[in-house]
C-alpha cells in the first residue's frame, strides 16, 4: 500500500490479548496498555483500540507491500451494545519507531506503520460523521493520499456515497466487514472484484453469506490479479463447496499474499490443499476455527506445503482446527524443513504425549526464523516426558522463538527442565511466555525458564510473563526474586493460588516490573494489599489490574495511600469489584492530592456506585489545584443516574485530556427517561463543539461542520433505557454510539452494496452493470431449486424491486406483507423469502415487489424512520437500481410471467385452505359449545 495508507494494526499482537481477564462481563474502555510512553504534557503517546476509532478498521489486517509479518489469530471480534465485551490488558504498540539498529530481541513488538496526516485525517471524519454534520466537512478531506475506507455502518442520511467514492480516485484499501450484507451483496462485491485492479486489500468478514457465494469469491480469485490481501472470515461457505471453488482459484493467482478464512464452516478441504501446494504468492494464511473433517490429510497437506523449497509462508494459523496426533506429525516434519516461516499458530494440537508436544516445541524453536509460536489448549492424555527420542540438530543460525504460548496444555516443571536440557548451552531469546491455566506448574519453573533464556554472558530474555489460572505455583513470589530475570516488566498472576502474594513487591520496589495483573485474588479484608503496596510510592509500577478482587471502600485505603504518597500509576484496573461512592471518594481524592499524575486509564466498571462517585471521578478534570492525565474512562455497568451522566460528559472536550469515555449499561432504577436522555446527548453535543439548529422543535439535520473533536474520541451512551430522541439519532456514529442502532440498524444497505460494485466496475455512474450470466450468480437464479422469484430477470420488475435483509429467522411472507401494507401503507405484488440452498431455513433476506414507485418511496422512508420492525427485530429496506446488458428475452420474460401467476395461484390456494380450516374449526367449537350448554354434565370431554 502506499504511503496513504489506512492505519494498520500492530503487526504483532500479544498472543494472548483477548484471553486477559474475561472474568467479567463489562467492556474495557482501553486496553490497560503495558507499554505507555507519556510524554512532556502527561498523555500517552499511544493509542488503544477502543480509543481510535479508526485505528480499529483493520485491526487484523498486514499491508501486503510491508515487509512486516502478520498477527496470530485467536482475536475476539469487538462487540457492541448488548455483546459482552472480552476485557484486555495488554493494550497496543507505541505507534513510535524502534531505535536504529535495534534487533528483533530488543524491541519487543513490531511497530505499527505510519499513516500519512491526510488519511489520518479523514478516518476520523469518516467515523466522528453523523446526521448533524454537513457531507462537505468529510467531502472536503479527500486527497489522493487517502487510500483507504472502512465502512462498517452506512453513511449517516444526507451524505451521497457515490459522490465520496467518486472523488476518492486513489483508493486501494476497502473494509466492508461487520455489515451482514447477505448472500446476495457478497456476491455482487465478488463479482464487481473480477476486474477491478485498483483494490489492494479487501475485508469482507462478518457479512452472512451462504454456501453458494463460494462460486463467486473463486470467480473473483481466478479473475483479479492485483488485490494482495483478502478476508472472508466469520461467513459460512458450505462444508465443500468452499474448498472446490477456492482450491483451483489457488493454483492460477499470483497476487494474493494475505489470506484469512477464519470460521467459515469448511469440513472438507481437499481441493483446498491442493490448491496451496501449487500456490507460490501466501505469504501469510489464517485457516483457524474451521473443523476439518480429515484431521490427519489437513496435517499432512500444510506439511507438505511447509517442505517446498520456494515456500513462502512466513505466518501460519490454524487455531481451533484441532488436527490429530497423526497430522501434528506431519506437520512437525513441515516445520522442521521450513525456512520461510516466523508465526505459528496451532492451539489445540493433538499429540501422543506431553514428550510430542515437548518435541514440537523443541524443533520449532530450532527453526531459524520462527519467532512466534503459540501451542494454547494442546491435548494428549499421557504427561510423561522422555527426551531419549527426542534430536535438536545444532543450526548455524541461533534460535530466533520470542514469543511462545503453551496455556492450558498440561505443562509440568519437567517439560520446561527437559526443554532447557534440549537446548543446553543455546539460547532461545524468548521474551514473552504464557504458560497460564497449567495446574502441573509450580514456581519451579521459573528457574528452568530462566535457564533456557539467557546466554553464557548474556541475562535471561524475558520481559512478560503469564502464569494466570495456576494452582500450583505457591512459592511463585521466592522463585521470581531468586531467579535472575532483569528483563522481566510484565507479570500476570491472575487466580492464582499464591498465598504469600505481597512478597511480589520486591519485584517493583527492587527489581524492574512496571505491570503487574492481580485479578481475581482473594485479597478483600486481609492485609495483602497493604504488604504488597508498602513503600511503592517510588517504585517502577505504572500499570496494576486487581479487577474481581471484592474489593471495598475498606479495602483500597493502602492503594489509594500510595497513589497520595506519589505512586506513579499510569494504568489502573478495578472492575467487578464492590466499590461504592464512597471508595470512589477515597480514589480520587488520592489522585487529587497530586499537583498533577500520569494516571492515563481507569477502569471502574461493573462496580456499584451512583451519581456521586461518578461525580467525584469527573470532579478530577475540575480541580484547579490539579491536573489530569486521565483520557480513557470506564464507568460502565454501574448505577450512575441521569445527574452522574450530566457531569461525566460535561468533561469531555475543549481542552479535556479525556477522549475515551464508556458509560453505557447503567443498573439505574427507574430507567432514565426521554427527556433524560435528551439532555445527556445535548450536553455531550454542545461540549464536543456541535451546533444544534432547529426549525420549530425538529432538529435540522447537516446543520453544521465537524467540530475539532478530541483525537481517538470515543464515547458509548447505550443501553441506558429511554428513547434515544431527536438528538441521539442525529449524534449517533462510529465514535459516539447511542441507542438508535436498536430503531434502525447502521448496516450498509444493499444500495450502498450496489453502489460500490458500480465504482468498482467502472460503470461510469451509481448503477452496475451487469451481465445475465452475473446477475443470475447473484440473485441466485442459476440454480434449478432457486428460491429468488424469476421476476428478477425483468427491467420493469427489477425497477419496482426492494431487498430485505437482517430478517428474523422466524419471518414470514404474510408477516412482511401486512408490515408493508399496513404499517408502511404501500401497496405490493409479492414478497419472496430466501432459504439456505443447503439447510432450507430462511437465511434473512428476501425481494418485495412493489406495486408503484410512490410505494418503493414510502417503504424506503419507513424504514429510515426507524420503524421497519418484524417481531421486535430492525430490518432493512433497500431500493434495488441495476442494470442488466443482456437484451430482455421474450422467453424469459414469458417464464417470469408463468411463475408469477403460479405463484399467486398457489398463495391464493393456501389462504383459501387457511380460511377453510378456520370456518371449520369455528363451526366445531360452536358445535361443542352448544351441546355442553344442552347436556350441563358434559365437560372437556368427560362426563362428571
Known amino acids: 500500500m502506499g504511503s496513504g495508507g489506512s492505519k494498520s494494526p500492530p503487526v504483532k499482537e500479544t498472543l494472548t490479548s483477548n484471553k486477559e481477564n474475561t472474568e467479567s462481563s463489562s467492556p474495557s474502555p482501553a486496553p490497560l496498555d503495558t507499554n505507555v510512553n507519556v510524554n512532556s504534557g502527561g498523555q500517552s503517546t499511544n493509542q488503544s483500540e477502543a480509543e481510535s476509532g479508526s485505528a480499529n478498521q483493520n485491526q487484523d489486517k498486514i499491508k501486503p507491500q510491508s515487509s512486516e509479518k502478520s498477527v496470530l489469530p485467536e482475536k475476539a471480534a469487538e462487540s457492541e451494545g448488548n455483546k459482552e465485551q472480552t476485557e484486555n490488558t495488554e493494550g497496543t504498540m507505541p505507534t513510535t519507531k524502534p531505535k536504529e539498529g535495534a534487533s528483533p530481541a530488543e524491541s519487543e513488538e513490531r511497530l505499527i506503520p505510519e499513516v500519512h496526516k491526510e488519511q489520518q485525517l479523514f478516518d476520523d471524519a469518516l467515523s466522528s460523521a453523523c446526521q448533524l454534520v454537513k457531507s462537505q466537512s468529510l467531502m472536503k478531506l479527500v486527497t489522493l493520499n487517502v487510500t483507504s475506507l472502512c465502512l462498517q455502518r452506512a453513511l449517516p442520511q444526507g451524505f451521497s456515497l457515490y459522490e465520496l467514492l467518486k472523488k476518492m480516485t486513489n483508493l486501494q484499501d476497502l473494509d466492508l466487514s ?160 521450513n525456512t520461510s516461516l516466523s508465526e505459528l499458530n496451532v492451539n489445540r494440537l493433538e499429540f501422543e504425549s506431553l514428550s510430542h508436544l515437548l518435541h514440537f516445541v523443541a524443533a520449532s524453536a530450532n527453526n531459524p526464523n520462527l519467532q512466534v509460536l503459540s501451542i494454547d489448549g494442546a491435548k494428549f492424555k499421557d504427561t510423561t516426558v522422555d527426551t531419549k527420542d527426542i534430536v535438536v540438530p545444532a543450526r548455524e543460525a541461533p534460535p530466533s522463538l520470542q514469543i511462545l504460548s503453551l496455556s492450558d496444555s498440561h505443562l509440568t516443571d519437567e517439560f520446561f527442565e527437559a526443554l532447557q536440557t534440549l537446548y543446553q548451552g543455546r539460547q532461545i531469546p524468548l521474551v514473552e511466555i504464557d504458560v497460564s491455566s497449567n495446574d502441573g506448574l509450580t514456581g519451579k519453573c521459573v528457574h528452568f525458564l530462566a535457564e533456557l533464556t539467557k546466554g553464557d554472558e548474556s541475562p535471561s530474555t524475558i520481559q512478560k510473563l503469564r502464569l494466570g489460572l495456576c494452582s500450583g505455583v505457591k512459592s511463585l513470589p521466592e522463585e521470581l526474586i531468586s531467579s535472575d530475570l532483569p528483563c522481566l516488566h510484565y507479570l500476570n498472576v491472575r487466580k492464582s493460588k499464591i498465598p504469600d502474594l505481597y512478597h511480589l513487591s520486591k519485584l517493583f520496589t527492587e527489581k524492574n516490573l512496571t505491570t503487574l495483573i492481580l485479578d481475581g485474588q482473594k485479597i478483600a479484608n486481609t492485609d495483602t ?205 462510529v465514535r459516539i454510539k447511542t441507542d438508535y442502532i436498536l430503531e434502525k440498524p447502521p ?125 421486535g427485530q430492525s430490518f432493512i429496506i433497500s431500493r434495488v437500481k441495476v442494470k442488466v446488458d443482456d437484451d430482455e428475452h421474450s422467453v424469459a420474460a414469458q417464464k417470469a410471467k408463468e411463475d408469477l401467476e403460479l405463484r399467486m395461484k398457489l398463495r391464493q390456494k393456501e389462504e383459501q385452505d387457511l380460511r377453510r380450516l378456520i370456518q371449520r374449526t369455528t363451526e366445531e367449537s360452536w358445535k361443542r359449545h352448544a351441546y355442553r350448554l344442552a347436556h350441563p354434565a358434559y365437560a372437556d370431554g368427560r362426563i362428571w
Open 747 to 871: 448496516l450498509l444497505p444493499y444500495s450502498d452494496i450496489l453502489t460500490i460494485c458500480a465504482v468498482l466496475k467502472g460503470s461510469g455512474s451509481e448503477i452496475p452493470v451487469w451481465s445475465s450470466e452475473h446477475w443470475r450468480m447473484i440473485t441466485g437464479l442459476n440454480r434449478p431449486t432457486a428460491d429468488a422469484p424469476s421476476w428478477l430477470e425483468l427491467p420493469d420488475s427489477r425497477d419496482r424491486c426492494l431487498y430485505l435483509s437482517n430478517l428474523p429467522a422466524n419471518s414470514t411472507t404474510q408477516k412482511l406483507e401486512a408490515i408493508l401494507e399496513m404499517d408502511a401503507d404501500c401497496n405490493l405484488d409479492e414478497v419472496c423469502l430466501m432459504k439456505d440452498p443447503v439447510t432450507r431455513s430462511v437465511n434473512g433476506v428476501g425481494w418485495a415487489l412493489m406495486t408503484d414507485e410512490e410505494s418503493l418511496q414510502k417503504a424506503v422512508d419507513f424504514y429510515n424512520s426507524g420503524e421497519a420492525k418484524v417481531f
Open 178 to 337: 461487520h455489515n451482514d450484507m447477505g448472500p446476495q451483496g457478497f456476491r455482487s462485491l465478488c463479482l464487481a472484484m473480477c476486474t477491478n485492479t485498483s483494490i489492494l486489500c479487501l475485508n469482507l468478514s462478518d457479512n452472512k453469506t451462504d454456501t453458494d457465494s463460494a462460486e463467486c469469491l473463486g470467480l473473483m480469485l481466478s479473475h483479479n490479479g492485483s488485490m494482495s490481501y483478502l478476508n472472508i472470515s466469520n461467513n459460512y461457505f458450505g462444508k465443500d463447496y468452499f474448498s472446490r471453488c477456492v482450491g483451483p482459484a489457488l493454483k492460477t493467482n499470483k497476487s494474493l499474499m494475505n489470506f484469512r478464512a477464519e470460521n467459515i464452516g469448511a469440513t472438507d478441504v481437499k481441493d483446498f490443499l491442493a490448491g496451496l501446494k501449487e500456490n507460490t504468492s501466501l505469504t501469510e494464511l489464517d485457516f483457524s476455527n474451521n473443523w476439518v473433517t480429515d484431521k490427519t490429510a489437513l496435517g499432512a497437506g500444510l506439511g507438505e506445503v511447509l517442505k517446498r523449497e520456494n515456500c513462502g509462508l512466513v505466518s501460519l494459523a490454524l487455531a481451533g482446527c484441532e488436527i490429530n496426533k497423526t497430522g501434528a506429525a506431519h506437520l512437525l516434519e513441515g516445520v522442521k524443513e
Open 529 to 733: 494489599l497493604e504488604k504488597l503496596l508498602a513503600g511503592s510510592s517510588k517504585s517502577h509500577l505504572t500499570t496494576l489490574s486487581l479487577s474481581s478482587c471484592a474489593l471495598s471502600a475498606n479495602d483500597i485505603k493502602p492503594l489509594s495511600n500510595v497513589i497520595k504518597e506519589g505512586l506513579k500509576l499510569q494504568m489502573l484496573k478495578l472492575a467487578g469489584n464492590r466499590l461504592e461512592d464512597q471508595g470512589v471518594l477515597v480514589l480520587v481524592e488520592a489522585v487529587a492530592a497530586n499537583k498533577t499524575h500520569p494516571l492515563a486509564v481507569l477502569d471502574v466498571s461493573d462496580n456499584t456506585f451512583g451519581d456521586e462517585g461518578a461525580k467525584q471521578i469527573a470532579s478530577l478534570f475540575t480541580n484547579k489545584k490539579h491536573k489530569t492525565q486521565l483520557h480513557s474512562l470506564n464507568l460502565s455497568h454501574n448505577n450512575v443516574g441521569k445527574t452522574g451522566l450530566l457531569a461525566v460528559v460535561s468533561v469531555i472536550g475543549g481542552k479535556s485530556p479525556l477522549r475515551t469515555l464508556y458509560l453505557q449499561n447503567q443498573t439505574t432504577a427507574p430507567q432514565l427517561t426521554i427527556p433524560d436522555m435528551v439532555e445527556v446527548y445535548t450536553k455531550l453535543a454542545q461540549n464536543l463543539g456541535f451546533k444544534i439548529k432547529k426549525t420549530g422543535d425538529q432538529i435540522e439535520p447537516g446543520s453544521c461542520d465537524l467540530p475539532k473533536l478530541p483525537e481517538g474520541l470515543v464515547v458509548r451512551l447505550t443501553e441506558l433505557g429511554g428513547n434515544t430522541g431527536d438528538i441521539g439519532q442525529m449524534l449517533d456514529s
